[in-house]
């Protein structure tokens, strides 16, 4: 075949990993890479979503793009996180916009539906349940989205109370109420749900847990300011300029944060151990990582990162 032994061994490897398993199983396929701070913030949504599809015949599996390059040459990853879905050997849907854990619930729901696959009882009350709920949450996602946080903070509260342990409406509801600047509010249901066993320790509520302390980094316009020219003045104080950038976007001025936290990337990624890369994932988080802005962002971000 003209490959070399390293080539073959990948090769070897995948067939076992992936392709063997995707025979009776949809496999959640996920390129990634160590240094790559979005995948890392994707990582926990995809491995709780595969464990509880698991009944259901999905599985996850992990491809390295430095450790695994012919393989992903083999995809064509321009850009990490890629995510596939894949079945009897073939990608059959491309999962990576699924960025939220109902929006990619509602993806596998759509192609389990289609495909030959053994699982558990879709039509069942629970799983019907189950599906309105994640329709719920990504109605209260998408209104974040669109800027009306007050709005999806009403729905998120519904979501929650209807289901007191989805951590995706705990976690919305945290999100938009630091968004509508309701900051108190935001805080009494952060402690809510960490005082819940089913929610402390869920990753979704450590994001809308650093949505709220980004909020609380709010400024008047005259320390903004002088901010602003504190970073523009001396550009190696990566202190001053990361403060900035947090009060930025605590004044509801992503695109000078983003702009600022990505400037500082570029100049210096390990910073602080990669502080700024970090900083600008929390503010992904909350967002919302289906929303637009932080779509077009975190391309900028895995340009910048990976060419």
């Not at 998408?142 to 929650?160: H, K, T």
């Not at 001053?240 to 992503?254: K, M």
């Not at 994932?281 to 637009?292: C, H, K, R, Y």
Request: with cysteine; glycine share 6%; aromatic share 6%.
């Amino acid at each position: 075949m003209g490959l070399s032994i390293d080539e073959q061994k990948a090769v070897e490897k995948f067939k076992q990993d992936v392709v063997e398993p995707s025979m009776t199983k949809l496999v959640i396929l996920d390129f990634h890479a160590e240094w790559c701070g979005p995948c890392k913030a994707l990582a926990p949504m995809l491995e709780k979503v595969a464990g509880e599809y698991a009944d259901k015949g999905v599985v996850l599996a992990k491809v390295d793009v430095d450790k695994e390059q012919f393989i992903a040459a083999q995809f064509q990853v321009q850009s990490i996180p890629t995510v596939y879905a894949m079945f009897q050997g073939q990608p059959v849907a491309d999962l990576t916009n699924a960025r939220s854990e109902s929006q990619m619930k509602q993806t596998l729901d759509q192609i389990l539906s289609q495909l030959p696959i053994e699982g558990g009882e879709a039509d069942s009350p629970q799983a019907q349940a189950a599906q309105q709920v994640d329709q719920f949450v990504a109605m209260g996602e998408q209104v974040l989205s669109e800027g009306d946080a007050a709005r999806a903070a009403g729905i998120f509260a519904q979501v929650a109370e209807m289901a007191p342990e989805n951590p995706a409406a705990h976690a919305g509801l945290i999100r938009a109420l630091a968004l509508a600047d309701q900051v108190e509010e935001a805080k009494t249901a952060l402690a809510a749900a960490e005082a819940n066993p089913a929610l402390a320790n869920d990753p979704q509520i450590e994001n809308a847990k650093a949505a709220l302390e980004l909020a609380g980094n709010k400024v008047d316009d005259g320390e903004l300011a002088a901010l602003r020219e504190k970073a523009q003045a001396n550009p190696s104080d990566m202190d001053a300029r990361l403060s900035y950038a947090e009060a930025a976007f605590a004044a509801g001025q992503r695109d000078a944060a983003a702009d600022e936290l990505l400037a500082m990337i570029e100049a210096d990624r390990e910073w602080n151990e990669g502080a700024a890369r970090t900083k600008l994932i929390d503010i992904f988080n909350a967002v919302g990582l289906e929303d637009p802005w932080v779509v077009a962002t975190r391309r900028r971000l895995s340009k910048l990162l990976f060419g």
